[in-house]
């Protein structure tokens, strides 16, 4: 879900993995104690990389490898198993993909036109997770949140 190379607040990352269910729960531990385990575990594994510690030495912000990055896009892309989908804006000015094709997905990505996107009123009725990654601070004060609803 997050674009290659970006930099992934670790806080960001575990409360994702929280609201999406794949932590579960341990005796004696919150949550996030067990989401950062599982951070801690996939550094260990090489699979995640340290972009950033505190001085406690706890992960603070991370990377995924390049190729890491390409399996897991393969992987969901693989049978058609609409784990997640990434939507970009085309030189043209539409949608890729388009706005027709997100409906099966469960997890939406877009990277940029936020707003753009918003006020297409897209149909996704099996999303679970609408992340928002944009170089640029997008205000939403004009959009009525019964256009984000329908998503």
Known sequence: MFPEDYE???WKLTLLWIAEGFI???PGKSLEEVAQEN????VARNLVMVDKSNA???VKACRVHDMIHELCRSQSAFAKQNLFQEVKKSREGDFDPPLSE???SRRLCIHSYVVDFLRKKPKGPYVRSFLCISSKITHLNNMNMRDIVYI
């Open 56 to 58: 406690r030495g706890e």
């Open 39 to 42: 951070l801690v575990g996939l």
């Open 102 to 104: 997100i409906s099966n």
């Open 24 to 26: 579960q729960r341990r």
């Open 8 to 10: 992934i607040p670790a």
